[in-house]
């Protein structure tokens, strides 16, 4: 019944920005913990970043200083700010909500970086 669509994604050249968004439905947002995932082919999903209901945000070491995740909970939807884009940034980004041991994923969303 929770659903989470993905969008934003697409080609970028390297050093430019993309935008990443996720819309969720229902009231599941508000109180859920929510995060951006990535995976390439032959690699394990790895966290990139994650937002508390209360704002409260953690970062994979190799986003540092370059992505920001925030979410506005008045429209249910959850971001990620993505600046100074490498090669090594290509995968399909994913959105993740969870709340006590419930989780729900998005279907994907592909980011490209290449010149």
């Known amino acids: 019944q929770v659903q989470l669509v993905e969008s934003g994604g697409g080609l970028v050249q390297p050093g430019g920005s993309l935008r990443l968004s996720c819309a969720a439905s229902?009231?599941?947002?508000?109180?859920?913990?929510m995060g951006w995932y990535r995976q390439t082919p032959g690699k394990q999903r790895e966290l990139v970043a994650v937002?508390?209901?209360?704002?409260?945000?953690t970062y994979a070491d190799s986003v540092k200083g370059l992505f920001t995740i925030s979410r506005d909970n008045a429209k249910n939807t959850v971001y990620l700010q993505m600046n100074s884009l490498k090669p090594e940034d290509t995968a399909v980004y994913y959105c993740?909500?969870?709340?006590?041991?419930?989780?729900?994923w998005g279907q994907g969303t592909q980011v490209t970086v290449s010149s």
């Open positions: 993740n909500a969870k709340r006590y041991g419930l989780e729900y």
């Open positions: 229902g009231s599941f947002f508000r109180t859920s913990n």
């Open positions: 937002v508390t209901p209360g704002g409260s945000t």
